[in-house]
């Protein structure tokens, strides 16, 4: 999962920093409204954009209705302060999807977090199922057959994104912007590496990874 945070508290920001990334997600940072915008402007493969309201150079508000008006439908979490209201109501007009009031607590937050991430791929469980293989994406445990897979973390990573897109192609280029951060440097031959290794571990009985040479990967649908 990719996340864009958008808050110019630093002490905040780096607590939601840690709290996200130890629950695997990759996330990436912006202290103001104007880079917010230009990081949405350029990179479409955020799942999730948490949005502190109050940001400088560009309000918060601003921000969500610029990407609204680009007709993004990337699911956004607002933060704002306590007393807030009137805020709140107007985010949630402009099309936010969630809010919540500073301060909050970061367990709350990393529910609300998954809650979102179900809602963006049209789910309401937290698990996804394909054939024999079950993945828990609030625990991050994968099972074939009821047995625990052991993937590393890259691995479900690269999980996560071809079960959201079962059927569909998947090329390297967009692996890296799901799962890597800003600065973070992976080619597309650690891709190749990882892939293969999620195989070897997976591959049972239907369940496959077709490789489209030049092109990327696509977990094939398992006939019913």
């Not at 008006?69 to 107007?90: F, H, M, N, Q, W």
């Not at 994104?161 to 031959?189: A, F, I, P, Y």
Request: hydrophobic share 45%.
């Amino acid at each position: 999962m990719r996340i864009l945070i958008a808050e110019d508290d630093q002490v905040l920001a780096d607590g939601l920093l840690r709290t996200l990334r130890s629950s695997g997600a990759a996330v990436d940072h912006v202290a103001s409204g104007t880079e917010a915008d230009a990081a949405l402007m350029t990179n479409t493969e955020f799942d999730l954009l948490i949005l502190d309201l109050g940001l400088p150079k560009m309000h918060g508000l601003e921000v969500l209705k610029k990407l609204r008006a680009r007709g993004s439908a990337l699911p956004v979490l607002i933060l704002t302060a306590a007393d807030g209201v009137e805020e709140r109501v107007k985010g949630l007009d402009l099309g936010a999807d969630d809010y919540m009031a500073k301060p909050f607590s970061l367990h709350e937050l990393e529910a609300r977090v998954r809650a979102l991430s179900r809602r963006g791929m049209g789910s309401a469980s937290s698990t996804i199922k394909h054939g024999p293989l079950i993945y828990d994406q609030s625990g991050r445990v994968a099972t074939i057959d009821g047995v625990m897979v052991e993937l590393s973390a890259r691995e479900l990573g690269l999980l996560e994104v071809m079960l959201q897109r079962v059927g569909r192609l998947v090329s390297k280029d967009q692996l890296v912007e799901r799962l890597c951060e800003w600065g973070e440097e992976v080619s597309n031959n650690a891709i190749e590496v990882y892939i293969h290794r999620l195989r070897k571990k997976i591959e049972k009985g239907p369940i496959r990874i077709a490789t489209v040479r030049g092109l990327g990967y696509c977990l094939e649908k398992i006939p019913k």
